[in-house]
């Protein structure tokens, strides 16, 4: 998941006094400690901090070590909800945040969020200075859904967006776009939540089991139609 932050800027062109740099940082600050805090709900323990860039803020979820089927699979003994649900719902609620925040400081920031799932790879780079991040296809077209999206709404992938319907979540197709790095157009998806940011749940449709999900070989095929799409593109 990337969540960036518009209507945001930290210097303009007529340039900030000291005062109001520093007050302009540290109400960036507020709002990053703020989003930290729902890592700590109880329905967003899974969900893994990666790091923040400018005002854009990286999460994943299901980075399970030792489990190379964390993305298909949940364990009902210890978790209920799958990982896309879960970081579908921390995205939510960090728009819900972020309301609470503007109220307070009269500001009129949105949060434009891009979510992808998907194989990834993870790990720590680096010795004096080590950090830990992920790489791979998912984490390449969340960054794309967040990019292209539109200010206040989840855009996801058609993979993604298939796994949520199968929960119950109501997504509305919005077309095919351009996307960077791919030759054809990519369907993405709007996620629908209401006015207290909670997920909304598609007409007629009841909450399915939570195993009724993606079946890996369908990330498979969509990933090796990625690579195919890389392969094929001339385009610098």
Known sequence: MFASLTEYALWDDNGLDDANELS?????????????????HANSLRVEKI????????????LDPGRRDSVNSVNRDSYSDHVVLVLT???ANMMGVLQKINKEFLQNFKLRVGISHGKVTAGVIGAQKPHYDIWGHSVNMA???ESTGEPEKIQVTENTARVLQQ??????CRGAIKVKSMTNLVTTYFVHFDEKFQLKHA???????????LEENEVRDYEKRYREERQNNTTP
Not at 24 to 40: A, P, T
Not at 167 to 172: A, K
Not at 203 to 210: N, Y
Request: hydrophobic residues 40%.
């Open 167 to 172: 929960l119950g979540i109501h997504c509305e």
């Open 51 to 62: 790091k923040v860039a400018g005002w854009t803020y990286m999460a994943a979820c299901g």
């Open 143 to 145: 960054s794309r859904m």
């Open 203 to 213: 007409e007629g449709v009841q909450d399915s089991d939570h195993d009724s999900v």
């Open 24 to 40: 302009s940082i540290r109400l960036l600050n507020q709002i990053i400690c703020d989003f930290d805090k729902l890592l700590f």
């Open 89 to 91: 719902r921390f995205a």
